[in-house]
């Protein structure tokens, strides 16, 4: 027993994530052990090829374990993380985070914490009104995100790219969202990193929210590091 308190990190897809986990050591160092689980470890690549979206609104962006990021049915990844969550728990999780800024209505419990009420929480905070810009991983989504955010109140502009794109389509992604002059820019999906972030606040001279480092934080909070 190591005496450090016990994360839970639930992804999407399949775990092992090691840069999202690399995003959570950045912020909690060897504060926390870290436990993660992936709402589809029970398939094989044959499942995780049946497992497509119907639809926009059943559309969710993962990156497997081998780097490769796929879309995959958000119906089969909430049917998947009940059980995930539950080994979490009996690996001794002080709090579990759901690592996705989508919603899992189904997922709701006590000691679970979702990346996407942390997320729109930290944003409130930080700009009750004005201008976001923000990314998230595909043009399915955009409509969505323009819906969710605007339903808060914000003016929005939405660009989508993949978290995992080189810097060059970065800095391209970050230019176009610079002409929007957002007064906050915010990385609506867990797998963006922190190199991103650094590129967009610098282009649109403007300060980024990060879900996967706000999630890490709120954590370290909620398990007293």
């Not at 997922?107 to 923000?134: M, N, Q, W, Y």
Request: net charge negative; charged share 20%.
């Amino acid at each position: 027993m190591t005496g450090r308190p016990v994360i839970g990190l639930l992804v999407i897809g399949q775990a092992p994530r090691p840069a999202l986990h690399a995003e959570f050591e950045r912020v909690l160092g060897d504060a926390a052990e870290l436990k993660m689980r992936g709402a589809l470890d029970h398939l094989d690549n044959e499942g995780l090829a049946a497992a497509l979206p119907t639809g926009a609104t059943d559309t969710l962006y993962t990156t497997l374990p081998s780097g490769r990021s796929i879309l995959v049915s958000k119906k089969v990844v909430s049917e998947g993380m009940a059980a995930r969550r539950a080994e979490l728990e009996d690996l001794g999780a002080r709090a579990v985070f759901v690592c996705c800024t989508g919603k899992f209505p189904t997922l709701e419990a006590p000691r679970i914490h979702f990346a996407s009420d942390l997320l729109a929480g930290a944003v409130s905070g930080c700009l009750p009104k004005g201008r976001l810009g923000i990314f998230i991983p595909t043009p399915s989504q955009v409509e969505n995100a323009e819906n969710r955010w605007g339903d808060m109140g914000y003016e929005v502009e939405v660009l989508a790219v993949q978290p995992d794109a080189g810097e060059n389509d970065t800095r391209q992604a970050a230019r176009r969202m610079s002409d929007a002059a957002p007064d906050l820019v915010v990385f609506d999906c867990i797998s963006y990193s922190s190199k991103f972030r650094q590129i967009a606040a610098e282009v649109c001279s403007a300060p980024a929210l990060l879900a996967a480092s706000v999630t890490a934080r709120f954590a370290a909070e909620l398990v007293g590091i």
